[in-house]
């Protein structure tokens, strides 16, 4: 059975299926959980959570080929409705002096994504982090593929406007 026809099952009520879906899109959305909470402990307890909202949404599910893209926007939402709710929190202070440049580039763009809005985030989150494609962008999102591109694009100029102004990471 493919990817396609577990997500059919699972959008239809089968409960072994969806059991199946969350194993094929663990990691992903893991990976999405740590990247936001930078925590493994609050990641895996966003996974339960979002399983749970999944499980009870599930039917909701219009298309079945953008069951991942769903998941991971669920992920998202609770990862940025827990940083919001200021139930925790990120210690940018502590320096390791083994940082290299490498974990340098990777602070300022974190430090540039948080200076978008929300729903910037999840955009470039989707796009350049998952590998959405702008058709499955535009479809969960519910606007069309034109706007993507054009959010998009007004996005990464003000991100090379972030770095123009520190001077650093011109290639952005």
């Known amino acids: 059975m493919n990817e396609r026809e577990i997500s059919e099952k699972a959008i239809g009520g089968d409960d072994e299926a969806f059991l199946s879906l969350m194993q094929i899109h663990k990691e992903a959305l893991l990976r999405t959980a740590i990247a936001f909470l930078k925590n493994e402990q609050d990641s895996l307890e966003a996974l339960q959570e979002v399983t749970y909202r999944a499980y009870k949404k599930i039917h909701t599910v219009r298309e079945p080929a953008y069951v991942k893209t769903w998941l991971i926007r669920i992920m998202m939402n609770y990862c940025q409705d827990q940083l919001k709710r200021g139930k925790r929190?990120?210690?940018t202070d502590k320096v390791d002096e083994t940082t290299g440049k490498e974990d340098?580039?990777?602070l300022e763009l974190a430090e540039a994504l948080a200076t978008l809005k929300p729903d910037e985030q999840q955009l470039i989150?989707?796009?350049?982090?998952?590998d959405?494609?702008?058709?499955?962008i535009a479809e969960i999102s519910s606007i069309p593929e034109g706007?993507?591109?054009s959010r998009l694009h007004?996005?990464?100029r003000s991100l090379r406007a972030h770095f123009g102004d520190k001077g650093g990471m011109d290639h952005v």
């Open 89 to 91: 929190y990120v210690m």
């Open 104 to 106: 340098d580039y990777r």
């Open 125 to 130: 989150y989707l796009k350049y982090f998952q």
């Open 132 to 136: 959405v494609k702008i058709k499955e």
């Open 147 to 149: 706007t993507v591109k």
């Open 154 to 156: 007004k996005i990464l």
